[in-house]
Every structure is written in C-alpha cells, then in structure tokens.
C-alpha cells in the first residue's frame, strides 16, 4: 500500500537548535517527493520538492532534504531553528508523471522556543 | 504559482444537512483536487475533478456522499451532504497548475464542525 510515515508527531525546540524531521514511504515505482509546511491560520506551502538529479534539495528559508532512496526516506533539516520556524510540517509523495494527487504523513508539528 | 480561494473559512453545522465549499483559483487549471483532513490525521485524498466529466472519486469516497461541480478551469465545488459528527474536518482544495511532475498549490482550507 502507499503511505508515507512521519516519525514525530510533535517536536519542540530552541531557536538556533538543530532541525531533523523523519519521513519515510511506500510506493510502488519512481516517486516525486514533497515537504509542505503550514504556518498557523495560513495555506499549505511547498517548502521543497525532489523530482529528480541530485538527491540533496535545498527549500525555502534554509530548509534541505536529502532523498535516500535505498532508505526509501526523505528527511527534512535545517541547521539552525528560529521561533518563525513554528508551524506543522507535511511530507508527501505522488508517482512520477502523477498530476498533482499527493499521498500525505500525518504531519510533524514544530515549536521553537524562543 | 496559483492562488486558491475558499469559502467558507469555517462552518458549524447541524447533522443531516449539507455544506457547499467553494474553490475559485485565480488562473486556469485542468486537474483540481480534493482533500480532506481529519483532526491529527493526514490529508486523504477525496477525488479529482476534471472540467467536463465526471469527478474520480478515491476508495472510500463516493459521490452520493460528496458530490463535486467543475463548471469551467477556475471553479469547483464540493459538497458534504447528510452530514454527520464523523464529517468534522479540514477540506481543502488542491490544484497542479502546469501538470505533471510539478508542486500542488493548496486553499486555506474549510473548517467544518458538525453538532
């Protein structure tokens, strides 16, 4: 079955703390792989995206993720964490050549301590 | 990119009743989708509406309970009809604006309360 598993449920930290959210998937066949963020009372918004190339993706606001594929995970990092960093992190995956359907995790909330 | 508008933001209603949920994206677009996200879950997808057919509806989901317009490529609706406590969730409206291979763009979503 296709999943996708999100390892913490609820991570807290301090600003300037370093940042590893877990994410693991099941799919069948070659994956686009997605990490979304939401800030409270705002839209889901794509922080990064790997559809192919080098498996390191660098995001918005100093995020990165790294495709491991014989690990079938594509965990989420940031150096060094700030009290705006505050928000619910989705990972998602669809097939490749997929139009736009996502299979979700259940999402990882961050709270950063200022 | 693509900016979704949804309406309503929120609503509490009565079980047995229906909510309309309006999508309205601010260019054109062929694939619509959506999702839905009960409370501490992760957003499952609904269905997929295409302009000018019929809404493909995920194992689950069928389309007495949640039936969806797409009258042109900027517009779709879902509706959430004989609701019931278990329909309490997020549903949000999804689109992928230039195909295949790219980012889905997400609405705020609509807060739905059933009492």
């Known amino acids: 079955a296709q999943s996708v598993s999100q390892h913490n449920h609820h991570v807290i930290l301090s600003e300037a703390a370093s940042l590893e959210l877990g994410c693991n998937y099941s799919?069948?066949?070659?994956?686009?792989l997605f990490w979304y963020v939401q800030y409270p009372g705002q839209h889901l918004q794509l922080l990064l995206k790997?559809?192919?190339?080098?498996?390191l993706v660098k995001g918005i606001k100093g995020f990165e993720a790294e495709f491991i594929k014989s690990k079938f995970s594509f965990n989420l990092r940031k150096p060094s964490v700030q009290w705006s960093d505050t928000a619910e992190y989705f990972c998602?995956?669809?097939?490749?050549?997929?139009?736009?359907?996502?299979?979700f995790g259940k999402g990882t909330k961050l709270s950063v301590k200022p | 990119s693509a900016v979704i508008s949804q309406k309503p933001s929120r609503d509490i209603c009565q079980r047995g009743t229906s909510l309309t949920i309006q999508c309205q994206v601010d260019s054109q677009v062929t694939m619509m989708f959506w999702y839905r996200q009960q409370p501490g879950q992760s957003l499952t997808l609904i269905a997929t509406a295409n302009q000018g057919s019929e809404a493909t509806y995920e194992s689950g989901f069928v389309i007495d309970k949640f039936p969806i317009s797409r009258p042109n490529l900027t517009f779709s609706t879902l509706t959430v009809s004989n609701m019931s406590p278990e329909d309490s969730s997020i549903y949000l409206c999804?689109?992928?604006?230039?195909?295949?291979?790219?980012?889905?763009?997400f609405g705020q979503g609509t807060r739905l309360t059933v009492v």
């Open positions: 799919y069948g066949g070659t994956v686009n």
């Open positions: 998602a995956v669809n097939g490749r050549g997929s139009q736009g359907n996502l299979i």
């Open positions: 790997y559809f192919s190339g080098d498996p």
């Open positions: 999804s689109v992928d604006v230039q195909g295949m291979n790219t980012e889905a763009f």
